[in-house]
């Protein structure tokens, strides 16, 4: 009986360590389906950032979330029939806007300080920006025409109108209010600083990563990397950038997705923050943390 029952011991014991080996070659499997690498990225990036070192190229575009904890109350207290209503009137009183027209022109102020976009007269700040040229609007009856006139606007801001494909027959200070009412929780509200004119890039453009490099942080435009049987034919550009000595913090946090999204909140030294979320393996933030690992701020645990 005793041999019988060390047998079966045996077998127990066997599967038991059959199934931990098993166990572990999977888990190493996972991990090295899970490990990435930037080197692809890197090589198309580094030509566009002469004299800097390259410390990181993002593997997935950046967003701005649609709320941020230190909006809630107000949103609360607002009510729906505000948040709603998006009234040019109320929105300026709102974002406390005293002269729309100033407004705009302080917009304008940080795109070109952050983002180095060449302001161009009409049509050519569309091709500087890589647009497509503008539909023509359709032919109608003279009355019809007469109603949709474009709003005069100054070069640079035809430029501007352009570049975010604003509407040319509504004021671009309603427009621009409109998204800064709309993205207020997750930025601090005014588009006229340097955390608008990232925002302003995101909301207009998809699929943007983030680039750090030792003097600077970037946005990018690159798209997807193709497969590897695919030849890769990705031209990235810089939309934005912005000094590495005007950020004055970084707070990151992983979500409950934490393997995949990282959430990190950037302040500048104008005091304005934005809060933006990275679909970003663990290798993929752990390389993000380490190229901001001088700049201060809370880091997630890991």
Known sequence: ?????????????????????AAR????????????????ERALVAPLLTGQE???????????????????QLADVMG???????????????????????WVDAVLAPVRLAAGVLLLPGRAGALA?????????????????E????????????????????????????????????RRYVFSGDLATLAGSLLLFLERYSGTPLAVTDT???????????DADRPDRRQPRVLWSVRRDRVSRVDSERGASGLVQLTSTIVFDDGSWIRLTQP??????????????????????P
């Not at 060390?6 to 066997?14: A, H, P, Q, V, Y």
């Not at 729906?80 to 005293?98: H, M, Q, R, T, W």
């Open 129 to 145: 920006a890589g647009l497509p040229p503008a539909a023509e609007p359709e032919p109608g009856p003279p009355a019809q025409r």
């Open 216 to 226: 600077h942080l970037h946005l990018l435009r690159m798209g997807p990397r193709p």
């Open 147 to 182: 109603q949709r006139e474009p709003i005069p606007l100054t070069e640079e801001q035809e430029a501007f109108r352009a570049l975010f494909r604003l509407s040319q027959y509504r004021p671009l200070a309603d427009q621009l209010a409109e998204i800064a009412y709309r």
């Open 1 to 21: 009986m005793m041999s019988g029952d060390r047998g079966r011991l045996g077998r127990f014991t066997d599967a038991v360590l059959g199934g931990a080996r």
């Open 25 to 40: 070659d999977r888990a190493r499997e996972l991990r090295d389906e899970f490990r990435t690498s930037d080197e692809p």
């Open 280 to 301: 970003a393996l663990r290798d993929d933030q752990s390389r993000f943390l380490t190229a901001i690992q001088d700049l201060p701020g809370q880091r997630p645990t």
């Open 80 to 102: 729906d029939e505000l948040a709603d209503s998006l009234d040019p009137k109320v929105l300026f009183g709102l974002l406390n806007i005293v002269n729309p027209v100033v």
């Open 54 to 72: 390259l410390r990181y190229v993002g593997l997935g575009p950046v967003r701005a979330p649609d709320t941020h904890k230190a909006g809630r």
